[in-house]
Nanobody
Framework: QVHLVESGGGLVQAGGSLRLSCAAS????????MGWYRQTPGKQRELVAN???????NYADSVKGRFTISRDNAKNTVFLQMNSLRPEDTAVYYC??????????????????WGQGTQVTVSS
């Protein structure tokens, strides 16, 4: 099976920076898209950014120019560098990875996996 582990959330003042990480482990064959979403109480989870296997990226308008998504394919890890943070960025951040993994019988499966979520709080 596959597991994602997130790290890097915390409390920061407005204007500050945080870097989130999300590492996948397991019998991984390949990883296609990786991304970050965020959610606040009472609202739907929203896309923050994603990055594809070829390196192309996509950002929500609200974070363009402030956040940068990147990936380390050798470590099956996706990062989110968040600069110039604002109080409205406060949310639980979830990573997701589209992973092809190999079972013990050699069959390949293609699934979306999610991290456990990490709290980011930006104080004004």
């Amino acid at each position: 099976q596959v597991h994602l582990v997130e790290s890097g959330g915390g409390l920061v003042q407005a204007g500050g920076s945080l870097r989130l990480s999300c590492a996948a482990s397991g019998n991984i064959f390949s990883i296609n898209a990786m991304g970050w979403y965020r959610q606040t109480p009472g609202k739907q989870r929203e896309l923050v950014a994603n990055i594809y296997s070829g390196g192309s990226t996509n950002y929500a308008d609200s974070v363009k120019g402030r956040f940068t998504i990147s990936r380390d394919n050798a470590k099956n890890t996706v990062f989110l560098q968040m600069n110039s943070l604002r109080p409205e960025d406060t949310a639980v951040y979830y990573c997701t990875q589209r992973i092809v993994w190999r079972s013990t019988t050699g069959i390949l499966y293609d699934n979306d996996y999610w991290g456990q979520g990490t709290q980011v709080t930006v104080s004004s």
